[in-house]
């Protein structure tokens, strides 16, 4: 099968200032389907999201959006491919949530022009999706870290762009909806074929929900590949330096990884005691 990547990324390099952060990134990703972008801390993966997402410029030919170069996307036109949803939504000003979620409608809207009903109509039914509808009227301000984290999908949802980027989505939410946000996301790429890229740190999660994994460490994919190829007992030791056993969700067949220790041992040690 000769699939053409939604996203193609060719030798891309990024520095701040003096501080080289990603090396000789090379990667393509297909239309829909599920990628998490895995990695210790630091190693680089909110930087390789922003690149994406044009946060951060990336060189010309270095990244390719379908057919063409991201730098040559307009803001408007690019919005109406990408949506990000960044790790930090703490917000300045004093929003309703769904005034926020209608942010999301913004690429559609004519200068000077108000939203239409059928923004509004798309708005409602992403709020609906992420269990926001409820929060319409509260100030993005006065409700919990999660509340907000949905709320912050949701204003992507309405976005209607093919891809989805998001950084560490579910890192603020608790466990029923740390599963509800990653069903949504997985119902988008199999129903409405929206290609996800996410950050995320639980490899657990990642596993189960992703359909491919990109494996960064210090700024470069160190491995990419489908879960069961990435969440192996040797791969986590060289790359965590930590020391892991790895089962079969007996529910989901996906990987599962326990760990039990790190390169020191020392609370091992100490446990046995
Ligand atoms: N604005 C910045 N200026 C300088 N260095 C930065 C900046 N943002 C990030 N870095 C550095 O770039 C490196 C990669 O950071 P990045 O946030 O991409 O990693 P990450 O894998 O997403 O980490 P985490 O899992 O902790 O969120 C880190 O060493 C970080 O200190």
Not at 56 to 68: A, Y
Not at 103 to 124: F, H
Not at 155 to 163: C, D, E, F, S, V
Not at 179 to 194: G, P, Q
Request: glycine share 6%; hydrophobic share 40%; proline share 3%.
């Amino acid at each position: 099968m000769n699939r053409k990547g939604i996203i193609t990324i060719n030798k891309l390099d990024w520095a701040f200032g003096q501080h080289k952060i990603l090396h000789d990134i090379n990667l393509t990703i297909y239309e829909g389907g599920i990628y998490g972008i895995i990695g210790p801390n630091g190693s680089g993966k909110t930087t390789l999201l922003k690149n994406i997402a044009r946060c951060l410029m990336p060189e010309k030919n270095s990244i390719q959006l379908g057919d063409k170069d991201l730098t040559q996307f307009s803001n408007r036109s690019l919005a109406k491919e990408i949506s990000y949803v960044p790790q930090n939504t703490d917000m300045e000003f004093e929003f309703s949530v769904m005034d926020m979620v209608l942010m999301g409608r913004s690429p559609y809207i004519k200068r000077l022009q108000s939203e239409s009903s059928n923004d509004i109509e798309i708005a409602k039914s992403a709020m609906e999706m992420t269990n926001t509808w409820d929060l319409r009227d509260k100030n993005i301000n006065m409700i919990s870290g999660g509340e907000r984290q949905r709320t912050v999908i949701a204003r992507a949802l309405a976005q209607k762009a093919n891809i989805m980027l998001l950084d560490e989505p579910v890192s603020q939410l608790d466990l029923h909806h740390q599963l509800e946000i990653m069903d949504i996301l997985k119902r988008l790429a199999v129903e409405n074929k929206v290609t996800v890229v996410m950050s995320i740190h639980d490899l657990n999660i990642a596993a189960q929900f992703c359909d491919r994994l990109i494996l960064m460490d210090k700024g470069k994919i160190f491995k990419e590949g489908i879960p069961n190829d990435i969440i192996k007992e040797d791969i986590v030791y060289s790359v965590y330096g930590v020391k892991a056993i790895v089962m079969k969700n007996p529910v989901t067949g996906t990987p599962h990884l326990i760990p039990y220790g790190n390169q020191s041992d020392l609370h091992l040690k100490s446990a046995g005691d």
